[in-house]
């Protein structure tokens, strides 16, 4: 099964575009195997948070997508 192309937010149209705007965190959401939304992280490192310390690698949402029938 190869990776089917979705028109999301950033139009992607090719597998390899896909690939490079989603980055390495990229989850869906399915209900009865059709995609209902998605989310998108990235990682970065903390300048010294209440609760991340300095230096600490940490995953931070970027985008949350549910289609509006969802």
Known sequence: MGLRI???RF????EKL????????F??????SEIVGY???SIHVSDGL?????GE???E????????EY
């Open 6 to 8: 979705y028109h999301l």
């Open 39 to 41: 989310i998108t992280g």
């Open 18 to 25: 896909f690939r490079n705007n989603i980055g390495n965190y």
């Open 27 to 32: 989850w869906v959401a399915e209900i009865n």
């Open 11 to 14: 139009g992607a149209s090719t």
């Open 61 to 68: 949402v970027d985008e949350v997508y549910v289609h509006p």
């Open 50 to 54: 209440a609760v991340i310390e300095q």
């Open 57 to 59: 690698h940490y995953l």
